[in-house]
């Protein structure tokens, strides 16, 4: 307390100045006077605490004992807290954890159920008023170090960059996996990787992409993300591990790349190779890839494969009536017709000009591919409709079975191919299994 003459009190600055005053007849009314006056001026000094709190860059949180007296928007962005609430009363405790002194930071216990990692400064004693300033901690500068040219490519790279802590809590993003997920940096900090599963692995793919990232310190990798707005995406990833001096693991680093475009490219242009264009059916060289696949699975369990060739009858009077344009047509209406018929298991594959083959990777007896035959031959012998006429056309079908009519692709295909030929001599639209010749 300052002593001067003169009377009343006085604020400058911040500071409450009370002058000693002359001995006046009516004390409590001074007392009261001044009560007030002090009061007032504490509720000044309190407004512009406050105000200086907004004005600062960083979460700050005024604590009494273990509880929060006061805290600036800032804070309550960084806690997420809801409309309507404060975080003054709380317990301290209940927001932030103090992690061991060998690691850096704390964890902050986000009201909406996250957490994150900030750096910590404290000012003040624990058992009487503390001021705490809350920072998200810089993983980025944690990892890749201080030299400023590792923070620019960190935020300039075009790579996607994810930092998580040896939990997998994401502590920092860089601009790019925000450009590629839609994700900011406040939204995916604090959060887990599975923010961007897409749904599209199983967990045995997890589970060996787990064991070689923690086995060799690195996985490398393609998957399916998801992105903010539910959009799937492809990309290109790299993980790895960083583990301090006794091996125990600090952070986990990811770096990828959207690769969606190259993706759907590759895919059109391998569609384009092993798809015949007219029909959109499989061609001879995706049937030779899959009959492969099929001859080596029914090897493994010992079941029996089936392969049907299919040659149309009366096709070639239709195209000259009618004309290509129709035959094209019909042959589109026929690879329909076909698929109607087949499990989602089997293959309908374009071959030749009016030739199809149907390959039965998992058949009973040579009893179920004539079921199906005869099914077909119904289904092509009933008239096609076009506005320039009707169409009306027959199949001659020779049936192969795995491993009774031959062991490997080739040597069915051309079994087939010879009992379709004899079916045709007969007179064409019937079937013939390799064992009727």
């Given amino acids: 307390m300052w002593v001067k003459p003169g009377a009343g009190f006085s604020m400058h600055s911040r500071f409450i100045e009370i002058r000693r005053i002359p001995e006046i007849p009516q ?3 001074m007392e009261e006077t001044i009560g007030r006056g002090v009061a007032s001026a504490l509720a000044e000094t309190e407004r512009e605490v406050l105000r200086l709190l907004e ?3 960083a979460a700050i949180l005024l604590c009494r004992g273990n509880c929060v007296s006061m805290a600036n928007a800032k804070a309550a962005a960084l806690f ?4 309507g609430q404060r975080l003054e009363g709380r317990p301290l405790a209940g927001l932030v954890e103090r992690r061991d002194a060998t690691l850096q930071g704390c964890i902050l216990h986000r009201l909406d159920g996250t957490r994150c990692v900030v750096d910590l400064t404290e000012s003040g004693e624990a058992d009487t008023e503390t001021i705490l300033i809350l920072q998200p901690q810089r993983a980025d500068r944690a990892v890749l170090g201080s030299s400023p040219l590792a923070e620019t490519i960190f935020k300039a790279t075009d790579e996607a960059m994810l930092i998580t802590d040896a939990d997998q809590i994401i502590l920092s993003v860089n601009p790019a996996f925000e450009r590629v997920t839609g994700y900011s940096a406040a939204e995916a900090v604090g959060q887990t990787p599975k923010l961007l599963s897409s749904g599209r ?5 997890y589970s060996e992409m787990w064991k070689t990232l923690l086995e060799g310190g690195h996985w490398h990798g393609e998957i399916w993300n998801r992105r903010k707005n539910g959009e799937l995406y492809f990309q290109r990833i790299t993980l790895s591990v960083l583990r301090d001096d006794g091996g125990d693991i600090l952070n986990y680093v990811a ?10 490219e590759a895919d059109r242009l391998h569609h384009l190779v092993s798809h015949d264009s007219l029909t959109r059916l499989p061609n001879r060289t995706l049937l030779q890839d899959r009959l492969e696949q099929a001859l080596a699975q029914a090897s493994r369990k010992s079941t029996p494969a089936a392969l049907m060739f299919i040659d149309l009858d009366g096709f070639k009077q239709v195209n000259d009536r009618l004309g290509h344009l129709i035959g094209d047509r019909l042959l589109e209406a026929v690879a329909d017709r076909l698929n109607g018929c087949v499990r989602e298991s089997d293959t309908v594959a374009r071959v030749g000009g009016d030739e199809f083959v ?3 990777p998992e058949v009973k007896s040579s009893g179920d591919a004539r079921k199906l035959a005869a099914k077909l031959l119904s289904k092509l012998s009933a008239p096609f409709m076009f506005a320039e006429g009707t169409a009306s056309i027959g199949a001659s079908i020779g049936i192969a079975l795995y491993p009774r009519d031959g062991e490997s692709g080739e040597a069915l295909l051309s079994a087939a191919d010879e009992a379709m030929y004899q079916a045709k001599r007969k007179g064409g639209r019937r079937a013939l299994c390799v064992s009727d010749l």
């Fill in 201 to 205: 692995h199983d967990m045995s793919f």
């Fill in 27 to 29: 004390r409590s009314d």
């Fill in 358 to 360: 149907i390959l039965l």
């Fill in 255 to 264: 770096v990828f790349s959207d690769i969606t475009d190259s993706k759907r």
């Fill in 80 to 83: 997420h807290l809801p409309p």
């Fill in 55 to 57: 004005l600062f860059p």
